[in-house]
């Protein structure tokens, strides 16, 4: 028996995946250990069980009563089978937990820095749909002589909001 395996060993030492996989194998050890001792066991029953023939039985009398004792050394191989899958599949899930936890900074870092990215993508298509609204609402002064001609006396429109009431007093 391994020295982790003794009850007053402190067990917070299996969080170190080396002790932790030596542990396991030797608990897959044991199960399929305790599993090959079931089947030898399961094999002597049978033959004895099965052989125990009474006056008047039928022909399928004795294994029919052997199986009602065989069901309990199947059920402890079964068992033992998948206790020994189990300390398997814990071995491989802990492994891949701290593989997981060891690759999340990164993954954190690359992630922060892909929407630090989008969000000054973001903020440069703003501020120049920004800047273009602006300069098509204000005529430059290249743009002074290709602006249309203010009506006589009505002033010339400076906003958004003077263009929409001239709209509003020409009736359209």
């Not at 001609?149 to 263009?163: F, H, K, Q, S, Y």
């Amino acid at each position: 028996m391994t020295e982790i395996n003794r009850r007053d060993v402190d067990y917070a030492r299996l969080l170190d995946l080396d002790v932790l996989t030596h542990w396991s194998l030797d608990r897959q050890r044991v199960h399929h250990g305790d599993a090959a001792e079931y089947e030898a066991i399961l094999a002597l029953f049978q033959s004895a069980l099965r052989s125990e023939v009474v006056d008047g039985d039928g022909r399928l009398s004795a294994p029919r009563r052997a199986r009602k004792v065989e069901k309990h050394l199947r059920a402890a191989i079964k068992a033992a089978r998948k206790q020994e899958n189990e300390m398997e599949r814990f071995r491989l899930a802990y492994a891949d937990h701290r593989r997981t936890v060891q690759a999340l900074p990164g993954q954190r870092a690359a992630k922060q820095q892909r929407r630090a990215g989008a969000r000054h993508q973001l903020a440069a298509v703003t501020a120049k749909s920004l800047h273009k609204s602006a300069s098509a609402f204000t005529p430059g002064a290249e743009d002074a002589t290709a602006a249309p001609a203010v009506e006589p006396g009505r002033p010339a429109a400076r906003g958004i909001n003077d263009l929409f009431n001239q709209q509003q007093r020409r009736g359209a």
